[in-house]
């Protein structure tokens, strides 16, 4: 069992940025593939980005150039660096570690945390 803890959420203007943070358990977590999706209300919910655990990168093409995911692997943690917030971003952002040991993979989602753009 992964637990994941968001942290970092919060209103902030269109133009701003936020950081999101996310901690996870375990001892294995520099080979977790790690990841940030959202959900708006009414919308289904949707990849931001992910990090491997070599720290290769992907984007969703809506935050591409605004968003940047990063890892710490001493201190567990994944980040989400925003800047340019839009009205659009608005949405709760959920972790994901993908965890690959023991197999099969399972994935593990963190309890979200509340970005709001609004001016």
């Known amino acids: 069992q992964v637990r994941l803890v968001e942290s970092g959420g919060g209103v902030v203007q269109p133009g701003g940025s936020l950081r999101l943070s996310c901690t996870a358990s375990g001892s294995l977590f520099s080979t977790y593939r790690m990841g940030w999706y959202r959900q708006a209300p009414g919308k289904q919910r949707e990849l931001v980005a992910t990090?491997?655990?070599?720290?290769?990168?992907n984007y969703a093409d809506s935050v591409k150039g605004r968003f940047t995911i990063s890892r710490d692997n001493a201190k567990n943690t994944v980040y989400l660096q925003m800047n340019s917030l839009k009205p659009e971003d608005t949405a709760v952002y959920y972790c994901n570690a993908n965890v690959p040991i023991p197999p099969p993979a399972r994935d593990y989602w963190g309890q979200g945390t509340q970005v709001t753009v609004s001016s």
């Open positions: 990090i491997t655990r070599g720290g290769s990168t």
